[in-house]
């Protein structure tokens, strides 16, 4: 990255090339650096670089900034495309090309691609049913500010839904502010900074000049709604706003555990393991705070994931674009969690979520995979306090 910067190598030579392709962006190395290296904004910037130069880079590149730019920045096509995979999630369709084998026949991405889409779906209907259109009963207090992230709403609409009554049973008063938008961060994985700094600057308009937290249930918009710091420092009219944007995010598992958490009930003997979503832990520091989440339910049958802190390989769109690396990277995830022999798998982000329930039902693993605050939800839901 120094050398192309100082223009010793170009950005089209292989060697950077494959190098910035193949990284995963976890961002763990920042953790361990001993200068501090903020490695995450300049592989960012590399790839804006690189991204210049997609129109040379083959078929899925290309296909991969169309859909950003033409359809992840256009809030109606986005809707109607989540509408559209939902509808065969629903319908059955995604699983019958999955169980018949027929997604395979076209390729091995697009049989991933429908795992992913089927991987979405709740994860039990029985032992955990969620709490429905039950409401809890009104508490007024301390006021957040929810982030529903794009993803999230148009596939796990159910997770922002146990957010909003786990944090009101904690005393909390939710406002969802309208026109938000994606937060961004599969455009600044993949090199697009400019619709990143877009989506941006909608965000920090939607959510205005309130000084409540901002919270997220998904480790990689966190993550990337805290850097609105870094990606809009050189702009006159949104530096500082997004400065104070940024101050005030924070992890939904971070709040919630800021103060003593209500007590559920236990939620069943089901053997549950936890995988932290790399964002989450490395970008917006949460280590402990969606295990303290998790242990706030009674009787938890919880066994640790060894390794839990290591990249599952989805990381934004690296599932797509580079197919063999992720494959090996979710092999290793899928052996650790089945040495657990867990039956849920709770993780904080939706592309982890997607992930690790793609390759578990391409492996015929049997596991299931939840959001933290699913299994909370469920433990009120048990308890009486919803309506």
């Known amino acids: 990255m120094r050398a192309v910067s ?15 392709d193949r990284c995963l962006g976890c961002r763990a190395c920042e953790a361990v650096c001993p200068a501090g290296v903020q490695y995450g904004e300049l592989l960012e910037a590399s790839r804006a670089e690189l991204f210049n130069l997609q129109a040379k880079r083959g078929v899925i590149y290309n296909l991969l900034r169309f859909v950003l730019r033409h359809v992840w920045l256009q809030p109606k096509r986005l809707q109607f495309a989540f509408a559209v995979a939902r509808s065969l999630r629903d319908s059955g369709v995604a699983r019958v090309l999955l169980k018949s084998k027929i997604a395979r026949v076209f390729s091995e991405r697009f049989e991933f691609s429908l795992a992913l889409l089927e991987s979405s779906r709740p994860a039990f209907r029985d032992s955990f049913r969620g709490a429905g259109d039950r409401v809890p009963a009104k508490v007024t207090g301390r006021r957040a500010l ?7 709403d148009g596939l796990f609409a159910r997770v922002n839904e146990a957010s909003k009554r786990v944090l009101s049973v904690n005393g909390f008063s939710i406002v969802v502010p309208e026109n938000q938008v994606c937060c961004g961060a599969l455009h600044a994985h993949a090199g697009d900074l400019e619709g990143a700094r877009k989506l941006a600057r909608q965000n920090i308009n939607a959510f205005g000049n309130e000084e409540a937290s901002i919270l997220t249930n998904a480790g990689g918009c966190g993550a990337m709604l805290i850097s609105y710091k870094h990606l809009l420092a050189g702009d006159k009219a949104f530096g500082e706003l997004a400065h104070k944007f940024s101050a005030l995010v924070r992890d939904v598992s971070q709040e919630l555990t800021s103060a003593p958490l209500v007590k559920g009930a236990p939620v ?5 393991t936890y995988d932290a979503s790399c964002h989450l832990l490395y970008g917006q520091g949460a280590a402990e705070e969606p295990l303290q989440l998790l242990n706030s339910i009674p009787e938890l049958n919880f066994v640790p994931l060894p390794g839990s802190e290591k990249c599952c390989g989805g990381a934004g769109v690296y599932n797509l674009v ?3 690396m992720s494959r090996d990277v979710l092999a290793q995830k899928l052996a650790a969690i089945k040495e657990t ?3 849920v798998v709770a993780t904080g982000n939706a592309g982890c979520h997607m992930q690790i329930g793609a390759g578990a039902v391409l492996e015929n ?3 299931k995979v939840m959001h933290p605050i699913e299994l909370l939800d469920e433990s009120y839901r048990r308890a009486g306090m919803y309506k």
């Open 6 to 20: 100082e223009g010793r190598l170009s950005t089209s030579a292989n060697a950077f090339e494959r190098h910035i």
């Open 341 to 343: 022999r867990a039956e």
């Open 322 to 324: 580079e197919r063999e």
């Open 365 to 367: 693993q049997a596991v």
């Open 268 to 272: 069943g003997n089901a053997r549950i």
């Open 146 to 152: 929810l982030f529903k992230a794009c993803v999230t």
